[in-house]
C-alpha cells in the first residue's frame, strides 16, 4: 500500500516507552481517507477511527505503522534541498521532531494469527520524508562544517 503526501500522528521512531508504547516499539501511524481505509479494513488491515475534535466534524479513520529493523529493515530517506539522506535504526530518530513538509511511503502487511484471531498489521517497508528547511541553513549549506573546538581558533 502506497500513500502519498501522508498526514502522519504520533510518531515514534525512537521507540521510546510511554502510555501507549512499550520501550524500543518503534511506530507511527498515518490517516487516511475514507476509500483506503474502506479498502484496507475489506482485507483485513487493523484501521482505528480517531473521534473529532470539533462537533459536526467526521471522525478520522488511521492506521498504526510498526517500523522493525530485525528482519526486513525499511528504507528511510530525508529529503532536503541538498538531496536524499538515508537513515537508519540510529538515526531515524530525527523524525520524531523533524518539521515534515511532505511525507510519501509504502506499507507492507504482515498477516498474523493467535489463538482464533487474525490480522494484518502494516509495517513501513519506505518512507521519504521532505522537511521544512531553515533559510539560515540553506543559506550556509555549501560552508564546509567544521568540528567544534571549545572557541579556539588556530593561530597560523
Not at 515514534?12 to 516499539?25: H, I, L
Not at 498515518?30 to 481505509?37: G, I, K
Not at 504482515?110 to 487474525?118: A, G, L, Q
Request: hydrophobic fraction near 35%; include cysteine; charged fraction near 30%.
Amino acid at each position: 500500500v502506497t500513500i502519498e503526501n501522508a498526514r502522519l500522528l504520533f510518531r515514534n521512531f525512537t521507540g521510546k516507552e510511554g502510555k501507549y508504547n512499550r520501550a524500543g516499539d518503534r511506530n507511527f501511524s498515518v490517516l487516511l481517507d475514507d476509500e483506503v481505509a474502506i479498502r484496507l479494513l475489506e482485507n483485513g488491515w487493523n484501521v482505528k477511527t480517531l473521534a473529532a475534535r470539533e462537533e459536526g466534524e467526521p471522525d478520522q479513520p488511521y492506521i498504526t505503522v510498526a517500523i522493525g529493523f530485525k528482519i526486513r529493515p525499511p528504507r528511510i530517506a530525508l529529503i532536503t534541498h541538498r538531496g536524499r539522506t538515508p537513515l537508519d535504526e540510529d538515526s531515524c530518530e530525527i523524525l520524531d521532531w523533524a518539521d515534515i513538509k511532505t511525507v510519501d511511503l509504502t506499507l507492507r502487511p504482515y498477516k498474523w494469527e493467535v489463538n482464533d484471531s487474525r490480522g494484518i498489521k502494516a509495517y513501513l517497508q519506505s518512507i521519504f520524508v521532505t522537511i521544512h528547511e531553515d533559510p539560515l541553513d540553506i543559506k550556509y549549506s555549501d560552508l564546509e562544517e567544521l568540528p567544534a573546538r571549545a572557541g579556539r581558533v588556530d593561530e597560523g
